[in-house]
């Protein structure tokens, strides 16, 4: 079973799942990219996504026309699912965890930018969503593809060298945390996402954006 | 009319949509994603605006018309209306989204019918504009020009 990350170096191109209920963004977000030379499959909701990467039937990360699926983005506000829950079961699946997922809104509110960022989403946008956006979180995956594919590795040879310092350094962050949205995000050195310089960058740019 | 001229007069009314608060950056996004290969993009995008917003201010007068108004509904109509104006660059036609939404929130009727008929009236403004400026470029097209692109900050 092939991960993400992995097969990242060899895909020539990133195929990206875009699922969102307005037909104008989807048509906008397709676009955007395309021109960043990505493969693009739009999907009108969470459940569609879930359908189109049989999630359901873990069957393994590939699509139903059969490619590896290597950035999900949404939109947060849709009927039905919303962006947070498809979030959340994509990180909960064993198989479809380590796909990136960003996701996008018109709403720029900060308890949810952290509950999404909590639940392990690579990055929270604010639409309308620019080139430089998608661009931006283009260049984040694939930095963010090499260095968790070097982490897995040395978390690996580590095992077998030393099994009384596991993990501290892991980097899948299954472990869930109470999202309370009323009290202020507490830093949890307890999880890579969020411990890491490059999130709490993210946050800052995010708080500034407006 | 020289084609010259009608480019000049194209950047001209585009510039002044800018200016008038019909269209905001966004816009120049969409246009920025626009290429040969794909050379209606902007047309396409704004046309399924306004089939989205047919049917979203159709939706908005028959939940405003009932005996008991549905807010949420409401709210989620004016909210996705929003979220595409937005995306298009529709600044006016945003806006007046957002105060549609603010007399949703206090559930104030009248407020509301007030702002379904503001907002009726900016989609119909900038569905003008957006019809003289498709027209101005398909006469540069048909006379073989291309079309001048805006730049930021003029």
Do not use: W
């Not at chain 1, 990219?33 to 999630?55: D, H, P, Y």
């Not at chain 2, 917003?53 to 549905?70: F, G, H, M, R, Y």
Request: hydrophobic content about 35%; charged content about 25%; overall charge negative.
């Amino acid at each position: 079973m092939e991960v993400a990350g992995e097969v990242l170096a060899s895909e020539s191109q990133l195929h990206v799942l875009a699922v969102d209920d307005s037909h104008v963004d989807r048509k906008v977000i397709e676009k955007l990219l395309k021109i960043s030379s990505c493969k693009v499959t739009t999907v009108e909701s969470g459940a569609r996504a879930l359908q189109f990467l049989g999630l359901d039937e873990e069957k393994g990360s590939l699509g139903f026309n059969g490619l590896k699926v290597n950035l999900i983005i949404t939109d947060y506000s849709m009927p039905g699912m919303t962006g947070y829950e498809l979030l959340k079961k994509i990180k909960r699946s064993s198989t479809f965890r380590e796909i990136p997922v960003v996701i996008m809104s018109s709403e720029n509110i900060l308890t949810r930018i952290d509950s999404c960022l909590e639940e392990g989403a690579e990055e929270f946008l604010v639409k309308p969503v620019k080139l430089s956006d998608v661009k931006r979180v283009m260049n984040d995956c694939i930095m963010r593809g090499e260095t968790e594919g070097n982490k897995r590795r040395r978390v690996d040879k580590r095992k077998f060298e030393d099994d009384n310092h596991a993990s501290s350094s892991s980097s899948s962050s299954s472990s869930s945390i109470p999202s309370s949205p009323s009290s202020p995000l507490p830093s949890s050195p307890s999880t890579a996402a969020t411990s890491s310089p490059l999130h709490s960058l993210k946050r800052a740019k995010l708080r500034d954006h407006n | 009319m020289e084609l010259v001229q009608i480019q000049r007069r194209l950047v001209d009314y585009t510039k002044s949509l800018f200016m008038e608060g019909f269209l905001d950056a966004q816009f120049l996004q969409l246009q920025q994603l626009q290429d040969d290969s794909n050379p209606d993009f902007v047309f396409e995008v704004v046309s399924l605006f306004f089939e989205d917003s047919e049917k979203l201010l159709n939706e908005l007068t028959i939940a405003l018309d009932q005996p008991n108004v549905d807010f949420k509904k409401i709210d989620s109509h004016v909210h996705q209306l929003k979220g595409s104006s937005s995306s298009i660059g529709a600044q006016r036609v945003k806006n007046a989204c957002i105060a549609f939404r603010n007399y949703c929130d206090v559930q104030n009727i009248e407020g509301c019918l007030t702002c379904l008929q503001q907002v009726k009236q900016e989609c119909y403004l900038v569905k003008n504009k957006f019809e003289t400026l498709f027209r101005l470029e398909q006469q540069i097209m048909a006379s073989g020009g291309s079309v001048p692109t805006i730049e930021l900050g003029f």
